[in-house]
């Protein structure tokens, strides 16, 4: 019992060590090239970084949510996607943790900062902080709504989208030297 928790433990510090390095990795890039862009041009990666959020939500909710059996009979016909969709399903809740926490999350934060940015750009010097805070304000009821309206889609559609996500892995796999949710080897008892 105090194993599994100190596995859960340096789990949440892993985590937490990855999304603070990805957020500053992402982060940092982001605001220092659209600081340069006329404003306009920002708005659509605003959108971008907001609707990747959203789909990185509805991933980790639907893999909390399907099922194993449908992946177990595709997976036994070879159909494509399956058996990494079944894998989804299985570590659902690092799934989960990286799709909804981490990646939507930092999402989140992201388009709050790069609103926060557009709305001094935009807005007269007496206005700026209003102007920050009702855009944020904005952003943060958009992004509400969208994953509100996602979230049942990932509900009602759970096994749909897995099985969509682990075609795509699969197929990214094929393309790039990439191995996304490998299933862990197995040690043999007594041996190496």
Known sequence: MKRNKQRLGLRALRYAAVAFVV??????????????????????????????????????????????????????TRRPGARKALRLVREADRVATVC??????????????????????????????????????????LTIGLKSAAKGLAIRQADTVVWLVGRLLEAVERVLPLHILEAPRKRRRGGL
Do not use: C, Y
Request: a neutral charge; hydrophobic letters at 60%; zero cysteines.
């Open 100 to 141: 909804s926490d981490m990646v939507g999350d930092i999402a989140g934060t992201l388009s709050g900062a790069l609103t926060a940015s557009l709305a001094v750009r935009i807005a007269p010097v007496n206005l700026r902080a209003a102007a920050a805070i009702v855009s944020i304000a904005l952003v943060s009821a």
């Open 23 to 76: 957020a500053l990795l992402v982060t940092w890039p982001t605001q220092t090239a659209t600081i340069g862009w006329p404003v306009l041009s920002a708005f659509p990666i605003l959108l971008l970084i907001i609707l990747l959020g959203v789909a990185f939500d509805i991933v980790g909710v639907a893999a909390t949510r399907a099922h194993e059996t449908p992946f177990h009979a595709r997976s036994a």
